[in-house]
Nanobody, 128 residues
Framework: QVQLVESGGGLVQAGGSLRLSCAPSGHTFSSYTMAWFRQAPAKEREFVAALNSWSSRYTYYADSMKGRFTISRDNAKSTVYLQMNSLKPEDTAIYYC????????????????????WGQGTQVTVSS
């Protein structure tokens, strides 16, 4: 059974940085789209960023994350990272990794229903 394991969350002050990691357990994804979503307390799940392996340059970000967050991958490890800089208190949320075996682009890459595999989430807390 495929599991996605996130790590790297924690407590950071506003303006700081964190790097989240997502690695599959039980499967090596050779072709995939992987994404990060987040959910803050009392809010709906929100798309953060996506990357697909069919096009090595294709990444897709939510508008509010552009310029601060960067999604990247390590092919050898099938690991996807989310580098988060200039963090704000409103970035506080549980961050979830998701994976799909399809090549997703644009709007489809931002929809949670496009993804089949999900991690358990990692908490990110940004203090003011």
């Amino acid at each position: 059974q495929v599991q996605l394991v996130e790590s790297g969350g924690g407590l950071v002050q506003a303006g700081g940085s964190l790097r989240l990691s997502c690695a599959p357990s039980g499967h090596t994804f050779s072709s995939y789209t992987m994404a990060w979503f987040r959910q803050a307390p009392a809010k709906e799940r929100e798309f953060v960023a996506a990357l697909n392996s069919w096009s090595s340059r294709y990444t897709y970000y939510a508008d509010s994350m552009k310029g601060r967050f960067t999604i990247s991958r390590d092919n050898a490890k099938s690991t996807v990272y989310l580098q988060m800089n200039s963090l704000k208190p409103e970035d506080t949320a549980i961050y979830y990794c998701a994976a799909a075996m399809d090549a997703l682009y644009g709007i489809s890459a931002s929809l949670g229903n496009s993804y089949y595999y999900w991690g358990q989430g990692t908490q990110v807390t940004v203090s003011s």
